[in-house]
């Protein structure tokens, strides 16, 4: 059981395995790369890239993936998954975080929803192909994970959404050509209230299942301008935590802005000694290992 930090700011709390940064967040803007931290990008998801080109944005016949598009779950602006030089210029940039820190983990190395894109360049590619529409799109994204992985030489964890069962249709994403390239995946389950942990104890159930590769989850703890009253409590991350470790999860990644707001979580964690008490009754190696972490922190925090 392997905890990690998830940053926007390079800075490290105690009492973790690993330490990954938002060194390119979905804004576009790019942080310098800390060689002792994982460094995350965010691929095709880059308001500024889309600021400086619109004419890249993704395509559909709902609307281009755009903020404000309220047919789909985006809340940032997307380049077009096929856009050469886009994707040239993100290779190279991994390449370069590849040789300036332990890993490179991304995230949106993927088609932006469902029907997307429906740009002139996509559809003539997608009629060259002679394939159909959602086995196209899938060879797209599987080809582009090849060409990371001869860029990235060293860890690789490609981030997924949760959903096990439509990522084909949606994204095309296909986990058993990712697992082909990726040396963990980091499935993404953010959200600002986890009082209903049965949910995301099923969609752990359901990547157990169908990954190949080890798998981390990510929690939300506190982001970026937030209202502490609009978070989740350090009881419903540390109690959905357990329930996705029983279910089969490698490790957890943690998200705040800075490590202040971590160090918080961990002395909440801590002081809920009640809390811990009851979830080691949850049974299970991995649940057991889970609280001895956080057993740990006492001394730190």
Same mark, same amino acid.
């Given at each position: 059981?392997k905890?990690?930090?998830?940053?926007?700011?390079?800075?490290?709390?105690?009492?973790?395995?690993?330490?990954?940064?938002?060194?390119?967040p979905?804004t576009?803007i790019?942080l310098?790369?800390v060689?002792?931290m994982?460094?995350?990008?965010?691929?095709f998801?880059d308001n500024i890239?889309?600021? @400086?080109?619109?004419?890249?944005?993704?395509?559909s016949?709902?609307?281009?993936?755009k !903020?404000?598009n309220? *047919?789909y779950?985006?809340?940032? @602006?997307?380049v077009?998954?096929t856009?050469?030089?886009h994707?040239?210029e993100?290779?190279s940039y991994?390449?370069?975080?590849?040789?300036?820190?332990?890993g490179?983990?991304?995230n949106?190395?993927?088609?932006?929803?469902?029907?997307?894109?429906?740009c002139?360049?996509?559809?003539?590619?997608?009629?060259?192909?002679?394939l159909?529409w959602?086995?196209?799109?899938?060879?797209?994204?599987?080809?582009? !994970?090849?060409?990371?992985?001869?860029?990235?030489n060293?860890?690789?964890?490609?981030c997924?959404?949760?959903?096990?069962?439509?990522?084909y249709e949606?994204?095309?994403?296909?986990?058993?050509?990712f697992a082909?390239?990726?040396?963990?995946?980091?499935?993404? !389950?953010?959200?600002?209230?986890?009082?209903?942990p049965?949910?995301?104890? !099923?969609?752990?159930?359901g &990547?157990?299942?169908?990954?190949?590769?080890? &798998?981390?989850?990510?929690?939300?703890? &506190?982001?970026?301008?937030? *209202?502490?009253?609009?978070?989740?409590t350090?009881a419903?991350?540390?109690?959905?935590?357990?329930r996705c470790?029983?279910?089969?999860?490698?490790?957890?990644? &943690?998200?705040?802005? *800075?490590?202040?707001?971590?160090?918080?979580?961990?002395?909440?964690?801590v002081?809920?000694?009640?809390?811990? @008490?009851?979830?080691?009754?949850y049974?299970?190696?991995?649940?057991q290992?889970?609280?001895?972490?956080?057993?740990?922190?006492?001394?730190?925090?």
């Amino acid at each position: 059981m392997k905890l990690g930090t998830y940053t926007f700011q390079p800075e490290k709390a105690q009492g973790f395995d690993f330490h990954v940064l938002r060194v390119k967040p979905e804004t576009g803007i790019r942080l310098e790369p800390v060689p002792d931290m994982h460094s995350n990008i965010a691929v095709f998801a880059d308001n500024i890239a889309v600021r @400086n080109h619109p004419d890249w944005i993704s395509q559909s016949a709902l609307g281009p993936a755009k !903020m404000g598009n309220n *047919n789909y779950n985006i809340y940032w @602006n997307v380049v077009c998954a096929t856009q050469p030089d886009h994707r040239a210029e993100q290779l190279s940039y991994m390449q370069e975080l590849d040789q300036h820190s332990p890993g490179v983990w991304l995230n949106s190395q993927y088609f932006a929803d469902h029907g997307h894109c429906t740009c002139p360049r996509c559809i003539e590619l997608w009629r060259k192909s002679g394939l159909g529409w959602l086995e196209w799109r899938r060879k797209e994204i599987s080809a582009y !994970m090849e060409q990371i992985r001869e860029r990235v030489n060293k860890e690789l964890v490609l981030c997924i959404q949760p959903d096990p069962v439509s990522s084909y249709e949606r994204y095309g994403v296909d986990f058993d050509d990712f697992a082909k390239y990726a040396d963990a995946f980091n499935v993404v !389950m953010f959200s600002k209230n986890y009082a209903t942990p049965w949910y995301w104890e !099923m969609l752990t159930r359901g &990547f157990k299942k169908l990954l190949k590769k080890p &798998f981390y989850i990510s929690l939300y703890v &506190f982001g970026p301008g937030d *209202n502490p009253k609009d978070v989740p409590t350090a009881a419903e991350i540390l109690t959905v935590s357990a329930r996705c470790a029983r279910a089969g999860a490698d490790g957890f990644l &943690f998200l705040t802005d *800075n490590a202040s707001q971590i160090q918080e979580f961990q002395k909440a964690a801590v002081a809920n000694v009640e809390l811990r @008490n009851r979830l080691k009754t949850y049974g299970g190696q991995p649940v057991q290992e889970l609280l001895d972490r956080v057993s740990i922190w006492e001394k730190l925090v």
